[in-house]
């Protein structure tokens, strides 16, 4: 992890506005269990893109181990923000509530005053109730007290629920009448052709729940712009996303995949990035490259790939 510390410093001094450099660098700096420099770099990349979820990701993960946990929150919370369906987030901002809930302070009190006892838990949701209370003498408790129409009066019912859905959500569902889902309807969906590495990282995140467009939305891009598209900024998740796609959707629908990988390896940071692959992304290499060889017809072309692709299996 220190050489890898050292490769995206270099690639910072060559590019300072580099987000993803510092995100990237953060995570290196998370492995080697140094926090702290974590944070600051956390802190650069959102200031260089405050919309980067893996900034705010990494930042909180940082948090949690100085033990930060009331930051964290602030940081998950913010990733659903961009992501409503993000497992981590969802998961941890449920038990960082849990663990940060205020508690009941007691102060032992004299019998009869109630001055001293402080509630610091929020007010409860459910609707209040009003109690009929009867002042009794003595000489009255053989008797009863006059009958209430129910004993407990609802005095207020719960209100309507609005929920306000996130701004990046891209879909709507509606029901019929019985309550039952309907189609799922999509909205605001990109099908713009990416400008820039920006771009891209923007409207892949929007779809990433969404692989038929996702596999749509990278079809949809020529393969020889992919060097002028990423140019120093793709990273490893990225990559193998790309490669995920290709190999779920390419191979099954007989879509050539050559000009794809070829084009890849000819991106400048295409070699550091495939220094993170697990086992599984090492397995959807090779059925890639078993396929792409297949499917070449000249043999100048096979060489080529073979050639091209000497990193993805060298690593």
Do not use: W
Request: with cysteine.
């Amino acid at each position: 992890m220190e050489d890898a510390v050292e490769c995206y410093t270099k690639g910072l001094q060559q590019d300072a506005l580099n987000a993803v450099l510092f995100a990237n660098r953060a995570m290196a700096l998370l492995k080697l269990q140094k926090y702290a420099a974590a944070v600051a770099d956390c802190d650069c990349s959102i200031e260089l893109d405050d919309s980067y979820t893996k900034a705010y990701l990494r930042r909180a993960t940082a948090h949690l181990k100085l033990d930060n946990k009331q930051l964290a929150l602030d940081d998950f919370k913010r990733v659903l923000e961009f992501e409503p369906e993000n497992k981590l987030a969802i998961s941890t901002v449920r038990r960082l509530e849990v663990e940060l809930e205020p508690a009941v302070e007691y102060t032992p009190r004299k019998p009869g005053d109630i001055t001293n006892m402080k509630r610091t838990l929020p007010p409860s949701d459910k609707p209040m109730l009003r109690i009929q209370i009867y002042d009794m003498h003595p000489d009255d408790f053989d008797t009863k007290p006059p009958a209430a129409k129910s004993g407990i009066e609802e005095i207020s019912s719960k209100s309507e629920v609005s929920v306000t859905k996130p701004k990046n959500e891209i879909f709507t569902k509606s029901s019929d009448k019985n309550g039952a889902a309907s189609a799922v309807k999509f909205e605001n969906l990109p099908n713009r052709i990416p400008m820039n590495y920006i771009q891209f990282q923007t409207d892949t995140r929007r779809l990433q729940n969404h692989p038929e467009k996702l596999f749509e939305y990278i079809k949809q891009i020529d393969p020889d712009v992919y060097p002028k598209l990423f140019q120093n900024s793709l990273e490893a998740d990225t990559l193998f996303m790309i490669l995920d796609i290709l190999n779920k959707f390419y191979i099954p629908n007989r879509l050539p995949v050559y000009s794809e990988l070829y084009y890849l390896t000819k991106v400048k940071r295409f070699d550091m990035a495939v220094m993170f692959k697990t086992e599984r992304q090492q397995l959807t290499i090779s059925e890639l490259v078993q396929y792409a060889a297949e499917t070449v017809d000249d043999k100048l072309g096979i060489i080529a790939l073979i050639k091209g692709l000497q990193y993805l299996r060298s690593f």
